[in-house]
C-alpha cells in the first residue's frame, strides 16, 4: 500500500551508453553517467518525493521503452543505475535500502521510466 508520502519520478530514457553492452570509452561513459545521475536528483527533488525513516524502500521500476525492440530487464536495471544512484542522491539515503522491483510496460514516443517510491 503506497504512503501519503510515496511518489512516482520520471526520468528520460538513459543513454544507450548507460546500457552494460556498450562499447563506450570509459571517460565518455564516465561523463554521461555523472550527467544522468545529476540529472535523476534533480527530477527526485522537484517531484517533492521524500522517504523518513531507515527502513527498505520498494522501488517499482517500469520502463517504457522509446521502440518495439527486444530488450532483457536486467540489462535495463544496469542501465538505470546511474539514475537510481541520483535518486538516492536527493532523497538522501544509502541506495543498500532499495529494494527494487522491475517491469515492461507499452512503448511512450522516446521512452521514459517511471519509479515509484514506497516506504515499508
Known sequence: MQKKDDGVITLLWPPRELHPNSRTHWAAKARITKQYRAYAAAVT???????????????????????????????????????????????????????PRIDLGDVQKGGVVKITIFER
Open 45 to 99: 527533488r522537484q517531484s517533492g518525493v521524500q522517504v523518513s525513516g531507515g527502513g527498505l524502500i520498494d522501488v517499482w521500476i517500469i520502463f517504457y521503452p522509446p521502440s518495439k525492440a527486444r530488450r532483457d530487464l536486467d540489462g535495463m536495471l544496469s542501465s538505470i543505475k546511474a539514475g537510481l544512484d541520483g535518486i538516492a542522491d536527493a532523497l538522501e539515503v544509502d541506495d543498500c535500502r532499495f529494494r
